[in-house]
């Protein structure tokens, strides 16, 4: 585990209509991780946004 990953563990994710994932950024809190997700959502479009926290094995869901 780096510093980065102690730092900001929180992600936020995207899926596209395709089902294709990416991570839109990085966060050190989840509610500062969850308020981006929130703002891309309400965008209206047909991506969908989620937080997922960084764990030691990697990306551990945790959807709302």
């Not at 308020?35 to 990306?59: C, F, M, T």
């Amino acid at each position: 585990m780096n510093d980065s990953t102690v730092t900001l563990p929180w992600l936020v994710i995207r899926e596209d209509d395709n089902g294709n994932r990416y991570r839109v950024g990085r966060y050190a809190t989840r509610a500062e991780a969850q308020k981006i997700a929130d703002s891309l959502d309400g965008r209206g479009h047909e991506q969908l946004y989620w937080v997922e926290r960084l764990g030691q094995n990697g990306p551990a869901v945790a959807h709302d």
